[in-house]
């Protein structure tokens, strides 16, 4: 069997903070999803942010009737990066509101340019 190492999770400081806020079992959920992420594997709740380029991914978790969405990075650095944290109140489907993406390309921006 072949060892795996697993790569850190790090956190964008207002990210950790408001994913502090969800409720406890969508806290475990999301938290299990990205441990399988820095084991290198894909969650069945993980799908691909678009408009970030590859590496720039979602956990969607529907959790007692609410949304809860965790945006993360693989591709910058060792680390997974956990952009933002969010729980999605929006009715217009399933897209992510654009004060949303707004934040994460911020955060986005702000990480690349702190781990130049």
């Known amino acids: 069997m072949p060892l795996t ?13 408001d994913f ?8 475990t959920e999301l938290g ?11 969650p069945d709740i ?10 720039v991914l979602e ?6 009737g609410d ?4 945006v993360y990075a693989v591709q910058i650095g060792e680390d997974v990066w956990v952009l933002h944290a969010f729980q999605k109140k929006s009715k217009s489907g399933i897209a992510t509101p654009k004060a949303e993406i707004d934040l994460i ?3 986005l921006k702000r990480l690349k340019e702190a781990l130049r």
């Open 5 to 17: 190492t697993s790569r850190p999770v790090s956190w964008i400081r207002a990210a950790q903070k």
């Open 20 to 27: 502090q806020q969800f409720p406890q079992g969508a806290q």
């Open 32 to 42: 299990r999803a990205l441990s399988i992420v820095a084991d290198g594997g894909h």
């Open 46 to 55: 993980a799908k691909p942010l678009h408009g970030f380029g590859s590496g």
């Open 59 to 64: 956990l969607a978790l529907r959790h007692r």
């Open 67 to 70: 949304a809860f969405r965790v």
């Open 105 to 107: 390309t911020e955060s």
